[in-house]
């Protein structure tokens, strides 16, 4: 298990169902280990094993929710 810290900015969320739906589809994905999704600072914060995802798969599932846009802040 290879453990990494991922940090997202997330455009486009607006109320507290934005922050679940963003939330629900990272935590679909495998691997996902621990989210924080703030809508006050619109980022995600997350911790992943590496060798189950990736970080691009990560940011694929937050674009297909919706209308949400991320984009990496710290890997």
């Known amino acids: 298990m290879a453990l990494q810290e991922l940090e997202l ?42 060798a189950l995802n990736s970080v691009e798969n990560i940011i694929q599932a937050v674009s297909d929710t919706y209308a949400y846009e991320a984009t990496v802040i710290n890997q």
């Open 9 to 50: 900015q997330i455009t486009g969320m607006t109320c507290s169902h934005c922050v679940a739906s963003v939330t629900n589809a990272i935590k679909a994905l495998e691997g996902i280990q621990k989210i924080n999704v703030d809508l006050t600072s619109n980022k995600a914060s997350l911790v992943f094993d590496n």
